[in-house]
């Protein structure tokens, strides 16, 4: 299929015909009967009232639409006009989607956000001594086995505080493995009595902060009610000082027709 320059198709759309009829078309031979002269009969896909005609020239054409307009079908007019222009049909660019490529995640040694020197150490075996872990640990400054509560596990824990601190964040960070103990693989974790001992601290301060504005919205609802209470009084007194008023009046009004 050849394609047609603005000009060509200008031109055809001169010697077209945009005929419809009352009824919908049966066939091409339906058309040829209303017109004269050989023309290219263009029947749409589906079926359907309409149709357009292109003539050999555009006095064809015109001679074509004057006999058209007299004609009628079952007493109904034939529809005849020219062909209106199609609008240019946009070329939708299809978006190639581009595939979002989810970054891989790598596995990274556990890290700790905040380090410090004092850390746990778990999995202590019950009869472990202090000296078999100062002396794996011999970068620690200290280290104390804390006591075994009833109904705990069968593990000891003890705190350690290291001298430095990388070398607590050797260990914390699996830079350094930690040692084993009598065949118990210790873990260790850092000290996070501080972290919650401020949690507790700001919870507390917030709801401090709660109960004082409750007791400001309190106060200052019971000051609103003095002062209404206080209004109310005021308009009574009014009101009673007006009636007295009214009272005197009358007796002055009676004794003056006395």
Do not use: W
Request: charged share 40%; with cysteine; net charge positive.
């Amino acid at each position: 299929m050849s394609i047609r320059t603005p000009e060509e198709l200008e031109e055809l759309a001169k010697r077209t015909l945009y005929i419809r009829l009352p009824h919908t078309i049966k066939n091409m031979d339906e058309i040829r009967e209303l017109v004269f002269n050989e023309a290219e009969i263009r029947l749409p896909r589906q079926s359907s009232r309409h149709c357009h005609v292109v003539f050999p020239s555009v006095e064809v054409r015109s001679q074509n639409m004057k006999a058209l307009k007299k004609k009628l079908i079952d007493n109904k007019k034939i529809f005849v006009s020219k062909p209106q222009p199609k609008r240019a049909k946009e070329i939708k660019m299809k978006k190639v989607k581009e595939k979002k490529v989810k970054p891989k995640m790598i596995s990274k040694p556990p890290t700790v956000s905040k380090v410090t020197k004092i850390c746990f150490i778990k999995n202590i075996p019950l009869d472990a001594t202090l000296p078999e872990l100062k002396a794996l640990f011999k970068e620690a400054k200290s280290i104390a086995i804390l006591k075994k509560h009833q109904n705990s596990s069968r593990y000891h824990l003890a705190i350690v505080k290291f001298k430095e601190l990388k070398s607590a964040a050797a260990y914390l960070n699996n830079e350094k493995p930690l040692p084993k103990l009598r065949d118990t693989q210790l873990e260790i974790s850092i000290d996070k009595r501080k972290q919650k001992k401020n949690r507790k601290a700001n919870r507390l301060r917030n709801k401090q902060r709660l109960k004082d504005l409750a007791k400001e919205n309190g106060d200052n609802q019971e000051e609103d009610e003095k002062m209404e209470d206080e209004n109310d009084s005021d308009d009574d007194v009014n009101s009673e000082a007006d009636e007295n008023d009214d009272d005197e009046d009358d007796v002055d009004d009676d004794e003056a027709e006395d």
